[in-house]
């Protein structure tokens, strides 16, 4: 009899094996900070976990794990899926029926911007897989006869991204603020300044190689190639230990030639954010 209730218990715990959603535990981290800090990693696994031991029908089986930054370096939650390799990882998984679907702590994991939580769902969806997360359960895909569920899905999104924008805008502010009264706010500092603290100070080396330079043009009449060119002879320290350069003396000896030098960025770095931001915008219609 003993022989017989062991057996009949083996095959009821193989069938549910058998029976049990295969899942992709997926986690997230921001920020470099936020992998040690706050909703981190170890808190993310343990709540899919907890979730993933009270499911009974279907059961649940974490099949693997994956994650998008670690205490090197976050993975913004608006990053687009051939972004996150750890998601694309459980992608594969799905698609190659390794896994029936994914499992995260919750829809703000996946996703903090609207647009990529509906392309994240959608092309879980279109491969076959499922889409849980351990503060929900089954989101399950979009139905005509249900358009609530739709509705109240996107909102969670719309205000995980609204979530997300006044940080943003607080930290922006922050800067600012601190910017206008004369402190350190962000970027790297000027030359003849260092931070220390998050507050700049002086920097005597520096300070002491511009002097320099300034004596070499007033009173040696000196262009900016020649100070470059007598800087790397006498070892004058740079910025970040590089060489000296005309353009780079001309920029910190002439107010005006570091002025449009710094024009010239901010129009740089805007052509780039809107590269940047067409070619994201081309990916994510793709992914739809």
């Keep these: 009899m003993g022989i017989i209730a062991y057996a009949h218990g083996y095959d009821q715990i193989m069938n549910a094996l058998d029976t049990a959603l295969r899942l992709i535990l997926v986690r997230r981290v921001s920020t470099a900070g936020q992998a040690v800090d706050g909703y981190g990693l170890d808190a993310q696994e343990a709540a899919c976990r907890r979730w993933s031991t009270l499911q009974t029908t279907p059961g649940v089986r974490i099949a693997h794990m994956v994650t998008d930054g670690d205490g090197k370096a976050g993975k913004s939650g608006t990053s687009l899926l051939e972004e996150r390799p750890g998601l694309m990882t459980a992608m594969q998984w799905i698609a190659d029926n390794r896994a029936d679907g994914i499992l995260a702590p919750n829809l703000d994991r996946l996703a903090r911007e609207l647009t990529v939580q509906e392309a994240v769902l959608s092309y879980v969806w279109a491969i076959g897989g499922r889409v849980f997360t351990a503060d929900h359960g089954e989101h399950l895909e979009d ?81 900016v190639r020649a100070i470059a060119a007598r800087a790397n002879a006498e070892g004058l320290p740079t910025k970040r230990g590089g060489r000296w350069h005309a353009t780079t003396v001309a920029r910190l000896l002439s107010p005006d030639a570091r002025e449009k030098a710094r024009q010239q960025a901010a129009r740089a770095r805007a052509e780039r954010k809107e590269q940047q931001r067409r070619e994201r915008a081309a990916r994510l219609l793709a992914q739809r």
């Design 143 to 223: 139905d005509a006869s249900d358009p609530m569920r739709t509705a109240m899905r996107q909102m969670r999104g719309v205000f995980h991204q609204l979530d997300r924008g006044l940080i943003i805008k607080r930290l922006t502010e922050g800067r600012s603020a601190k910017g206008s009264r004369g402190g350190y706010a962000y970027g790297a500092p000027r030359f003849g300044t260092r931070a220390v603290d998050k507050e700049l100070t002086a920097d005597e080396r520096e300070n002491a190689a511009l002097e320099q330079m300034e004596r070499w043009r007033d009173e040696e009449g000196l262009g």
